[in-house]
């Protein structure tokens, strides 16, 4: 078994709308059907008994070792605590080769889980020995590193169930939410509202209790120290229990309180200071441990935080009291679970020693032994949820301190008896105000009722009923995208909208060109959704972004197919019939959003079908209103847009909307049906969109299809009193439809300049000249500089076998390069003639033409 061309497929896709592993999986010899190797289904159960079924119950013949990868991956993934529930497997035409697809969850979680379970199918194989532990651990460990934290994730799911679309910016916990200039950006439970000067303030301790004592917050007496002995002498000041923190700490981190001896003192002062080089002392209140959690100038959550604790059985030491606590599967290292585990370390050690006890001591039973005073969860604390205990003053106070230092989302720590009664009555105070709170305690209590904090989030973030979403347009198809990709751009633009762009000549922001090259893909896609001055986006999207990475989106609010058509990339990536290309395409029709609508040519067979998995509405357009497709839907008082009379025209039940041909310059006065076909479908989705009627004239009206505005195009130009037109036109379709528009233009004679794309199949590349030496008096066939793939002069001998096919063409030509073939056409026109330069290189090509015309 040989695994190769391994892929991730970070959005909806060809085969789900999940996140997914693909993987190309040659299988030789008996591989093909496992039933073939003797004993490895028993071999493999043994290994791995809870792989589950190799195919579906009731199912016949034989199982490829690629059906087992494909379930192992998918079941290693679910032993291991990770979501997931799609896989599939498929034979290409290539005997013995498989596409294998599985969901993920994190993406180097399903690339580890692919690994694994080759590891397992080869030792099922060979008979070899598999640890079925250590790989599940490997699994779990990567994906408690990969996934979000706890607080992060309930503000990430919270967005979610809103439908706010999230991205993760780092593999850390920053993150995206919405859209382009919709977007909010967050790090654990931190905003793009949180300043950072207010975190520096909730950093400095000391700092802090200015601020809040100047707010009139109660708060411990205390006093920053020098060293050990200042600290003392502040002890003894202050007087005796007394708490020890760094002074600009974080998380609990080097925090003691209770301290209540010299002894105890020094090794609370060295854990502070091995955190902070400013350590403080401060009056240690007593009480209960209490985080209130303030967002946006509410307490959403209140938590009793209890500290770390055992309680004796008279039968097992501390330490294996705390073993036993700790093996609590609720409990981890990190945070990634609702607790930590505790830590025996010199803190604790100091406390247990107050207590009169050893890690080796065994309490007596029903005693409760304390291994810190900081009840901090981060150091094996617990929690309680008290939110319905807050009073309204001691909520104030805490809403009063968040305020003071400025922070959208504070953790407020209290000390007092009881929630139940102001602060002041009971002699309590807050202790601490924390940037970027831990939200465990309130999502996942020890005790008591979880709390959506995450959802109060997000809740603050977001007006009510925002998704933060911005327009988003999809457009695929084989030939016109690009072209109805800017009309459309154009439309939102006269809407006042700005507008990021992503077509195969760049990326384009509000009409400036951010990057070049072909950037029809989902990276590029994605860019433009970051960008935070993107008020509607438009893309292109084209075949191979959706296989070898899937959308760059989960949904869209109009998908456009403009057709599906022969030599688009056939007999690569395994689409070999229009059939496969057809399903490739539709993939944007399939993530339109409920609410949204598939624009779709009725004239098109393949793209009709695609009505059927449109979950949202459908138009459909077409120049012909009496095709069968076409009349049916208007029938049904269906939204449509066809040509009648000179006029695109719009109607859905009774209502109608015009447009006449000759005030769409795209067009030349509907004499190019081609790019009447991209004006409808362009039309069609500002009207999906909801435009104004009025910006959509104006719009078509003042959109120039030139080399500025839609460059490589039909892009026509005046040479000498010949008219030269330069086009990206490169498959059979493409060429039909030029003809079909040239065949509109009167011309003495007619020349045109074509190479190949040497990616196409032979017949693609031979048939564009075979239509083409039916339709021009001259052809100039060149050599690129890049064949992709193809020996020297291969490509050339494919055009000519096309030509040799053509009735109408008597002359022809042959030279290298691109621009030495423009010019020898160029040196052949004459007042009255017509000359296609179908090009390659579309920027360098253009600016060419340009300044020879210029030169002229």
Partial sequence: MEVSRIRALRGPNLWSRNTAIEAIVACSGTESCISEIPDFEVRLRARFPEIGYLQPAGHEGGVSIAHVLEVAALSLQKQAGCIVTFSRTVQTIEKGTYQVVFEYGEEAVGRLALEIAQELCLAAKEDAPFDLDAALNRLRELDEDERLGPSTGSIVYAALARGIPYRRLTSGSMVQLGWGSKQRRIQAAETDGTSAIAQSIAQDKELTKKLLDAAGVPIPFGRPVQDEEDAWAAALEIGLPIVVKPQDGNQGKG????????????????????????????????????????????????????????????????????????????????????????????????????????????????????????????????????????????????????????????GVDVVCDSLLKPLEEQGGGVIEVNAAPGLRMHLQPSYGKARAVGEAIVSSMFNAGDNARIPLVAVSGTNGKTTTVRLIAHLLGQNGLRVGM????????????????????????????????????????????????????????????????????????????????????????????????????????????????????????????????????????????????????????????????????????????????????????????????????????????????????????????????????????????????????????RIVVISGAGDRRDVDISQQTEILGNAFDEVILYQDQCQRGRADGEVLSLLRQGLAKATRTKVVEEIRGEFPATDLALSHLAPGDLCLILIDQVDEALAYIEKRIAEA
């Fill in 255 to 410: 925090v003691t309180v209770n301290v209540v001896s010299r002894e105890h003192l020094r090794i609370a002062y060295a854990a502070a200071e091995a955190v902070s080089s400013s350590v403080m002392i401060e009056r240690y209140l007593p009480g209960h441990d209490y985080r209130l959690l303030v967002v946006g100038g509410k307490v959403v959550a209140a938590a009793r935080r209890d500290p770390p604790q055992v309680i004796g059985d008279g039968v097992h030491s501390v330490r294996e009291l705390v073993d036993i606590v700790n093996s609590d599967p609720r409990r981890s290292e990190g945070h990634a679970t609702a607790l930590t585990k505790i830590r025996l370390d010199t803190i604790a050690l100091a406390r247990l020693d107050i207590q009169g006890f050893s890690v080796d001591s065994i309490p007596p039973k029903g005693s409760r032994v304390i291994l810190r005073n900081n009840a901090n969860l981060s150091t094996g604390g617990s929690a309680t949820d008290v939110t319905d205990d807050v009073h309204a003053e001691v909520a104030a106070r805490a809403v009063a301190a968040a305020q003071m230092i400025d922070l959208d989302i504070c």
């Fill in 502 to 749: 992503t077509n195969s000549d760049g990326v384009y922001i509000d009409g400036q060109r951010i990057d070049s090259g072909d950037c029809s893909g989902p990276k590029s896609a994605r860019n433009v959704l970051l960008h935070p001055d993107v008020d509607a986006a438009v893309f292109e999207t084209a075949r191979g972004g959706v296989l070898r990475e899937g959308l760059a989106f989960d949904r869209c609010d109009v998908a456009v197919v403009t057709n599906i058509g022969i030599g688009d990339h056939l007999g690569l990536n395994y689409i070999h019939t229009v059939d496969d290309l057809a399903v490739v395409k539709r993939v944007v029709v399939q993530n339109v959003t409920p609410t949204g609508t598939a624009v779709l040519n009725a004239a098109d067979p393949m793209v009709v079908k695609m009505a059927g998995v449109c979950p949202g509405a459908v138009t459909f357009f077409a120049s012909d209103l009496h095709h069968p497709v076409m009349a049916t839907h208007r029938a049904k008082g269906l939204p449509v847009v066809y040509v009648e009379g000179g006029e695109i025209v719009a109607a859905e039940g009774a209502m109608e909307q015009r447009i006449a041909l000759q005030n769409i310059p795209l067009t030349r006065n509907g004499t190019i049906g081609f790019q009447v076909e991209n004006a409808m479908a362009a039309i069609a989705a500002g009207w999906a969109l909801g435009l104004d009627w009025k910006l959509i004239r104006a719009g078509v009206a003042t959109f120039i299809n030139d080399a500025a505005t839609a460059p490589g195009r039909f892009n026509v130009y005046d040479y000498r009193g010949a008219t030269l037109i330069a086009d990206y036109g490169h498959n059979p379709d493409a060429i039909l439809a030029l003809v079909s528009a040239i065949d509109n233009m009167p011309a003495k004679r």
